[in-house]
């Protein structure tokens, strides 16, 4: 059995069914989805169908939210300005792929799953979270809940007493992949890695989905696939 780690699809189902197929991803593996599944890609029900497929059909899978499904289940709340942040953040891209107007016009089942996705995951060694820990001297990272979704730049501040042996997986602020492969070489060392290629990104050293095989110490990319292009 492998543990697995998958974070920020966005919305890039073609690109995340082929990652799927080039680590041959199999029922005795462990899938951990490290949120951002909505958004700025053209396929963010898709990638949701995905999901709830593999799921349904046995594949071992634990998911985690992210800021934009929060940011989606905030816009639910009725206020403009919830609703705006999240259209200008991508939202729109989510609503086209489901064809509808509102949030709040998305069917239930989906909304239901964004809902009650977990925050972090602790699964033997290591802990999953979507952007990282926030750590404040006399308190548990646990307790910060708003920065596991938000935070950014907090290597700096990990508390190696805290973490012990532990090793922290999280996504949510794009990284060039030689910077992922570089972090990923000083893994057992720094006991972090951010795996969020920015699939989403045209820039130099982005545009790829990252999958990291924590079971075998092993890295993946895939490259955007052209169905996902923006526009």
Known sequence: ?????????????????ALLQQINFSKADQLFLLGDYLDRGPSSKQVLDTI????????????LRGNHEEMLLWALSGHSYNL????????????ASFG???PRDIPKQYLDFLENLPLWIESDEYIFVHAGLHFVPGTSPFD????MLWIRNWYNDLDWEWLGQRYVVHGHTPTPHPTIQNLFRHFNGLR???????????????????????????????????????G
């Open 144 to 147: 910060h809940q708003d920065e």
């Open 1 to 17: 059995m492998r543990k697995i780690a998958i974070s920020d699809i966005h919305g890039c189902n073609a690109t995340f069914e």
């Open 100 to 102: 509808v107007k509102h």
């Open 84 to 95: 705006e942040s999240f259209l200008r953040n991508g939202g729109d891209s989510t609503l």
């Open 192 to 230: 972090v890695i951010n795996i969020d290629a920015g699939c989403v990104y045209q820039r130099t050293g982005y545009g790829q989905l990252c999958a990291v095989d924590l079971s075998n110490r092993l890295l993946y990319f895939e490259p955007r696939h052209l169905e996902d292009e923006i």
């Open 52 to 63: 709830l497929r593999l799921k349904a059909e046995g594949y071992q899978l634990q998911c």
